[in-house]
């Protein structure tokens, strides 16, 4: 008889609790569709997993809101039976979801920072043979550095993440150092002045641009290199010698 109330309380608890995260995160579902929300998480990168999947950025913000929320009327609902196991662990799961936001918050950013990069190098070196090459290799970096971030803040194996990423770190720097150490002190030298030619041979197509650009800005029409000589003025120009004394033909 003791244990019949506690047990309707707890009842209504988990059903209104249930109702109010569920009309919550509706509300919240809907405010992000007309926000935009959607678009402007896919421009960060986000779109090439979403794809795979039937949800949304704004479903799955929805989800962990609603979760979240039913965490709490559980950890409510429970307590009123007094202390016991059930309402230890959901303590500690609400306790650890900060750094689950946290970690999410770090992926977005990182995927949004990526992608970023990934078009103004493309768009700064695309006229370039190397500029793709580039765009893609600092937007994994971008990618790399984030997941690890967000593994280290979830806690996950703190010291097997940071081992792996400390390796990969002395993986590269070594791999450099031997490479151009051992051998490779003429190939890496060659490369050098393959590099350093094919930059001195586009440098006029690169001040044509940064030309073009800064006419662009100022609103005048861009012209040649060639033809933005400074002319010779009038007085200047060569005028054909007349004779000081008149001559008989």
Same mark, same amino acid.
């Given at each position: 008889m003791a244990f019949i109330p506690n047990l309707f309380? /707890?009842?209504?608890?988990?059903?209104?609790?249930?109702?109010?995260?569920?009309?919550?995160?509706?509300?919240l579902d809907r405010v992000l569709h007309r926000v935009g929300f959607d678009r402007l998480v896919?421009?960060?990168?986000?779109?090439?997993?979403?794809?795979?999947?039937?949800?949304?950025p704004s479903d799955v913000v929805s989800a962990i809101i609603f979760w979240t929320i039913f965490l709490f009327v559980l950890e409510l609902a429970f307590s009123v039976f007094g202390p016991n196991p059930i309402s230890t662990i959901i303590l500690g799961i609400i306790a650890y979801l900060p750094n689950l936001f946290a970690a999410i918050l770090i992926v977005v950013v990182a995927a949004a920072v990526a992608a970023a990069a990934k078009q103004i190098l493309q768009a700064t070196l695309g006229g370039f043979s190397y500029g793709r090459a580039v765009a893609n290799t600092v937007s994994a970096a971008?990618?790399?550095?984030?997941? /690890?971030?967000?593994?280290?803040?979830?806690?996950?194996?703190?010291?097997?993440?940071?081992?792996?990423?400390?390796?990969?770190?002395v993986i590269i720097v070594g791999s450099a150092v031997i490479s151009i150490g051992v051998g490779g002190i003429a190939p890496m030298r060659a490369l050098l002045e393959r590099a350093l030619g094919r930059v001195q041979a586009e440098a006029p197509n690169i001040k044509a641009a940064a030309t073009k650009a800064a006419a662009a800005g100022t609103g005048q029409p861009w012209q040649p290199i060639a033809a933005q000589q400074p002319q010779p003025e009038e007085h200047e120009r060569e005028l054909p010698e007349t004779p000081r004394f008149p001559t008989q033909p």
């Open positions: 309380l /707890f009842l209504v608890i988990l059903v209104v609790g249930y109702f109010v995260a569920r009309v919550v995160a509706r509300v896919e421009r960060g990168g986000i779109k090439q997993v979403m794809e795979r999947t039937k949800w949304t971008i990618w790399v550095i984030g997941v /690890f971030a967000a593994l280290n803040q979830l806690g996950i194996a703190p010291a097997i993440v940071n081992g792996l990423f400390y390796a990969m770190l």
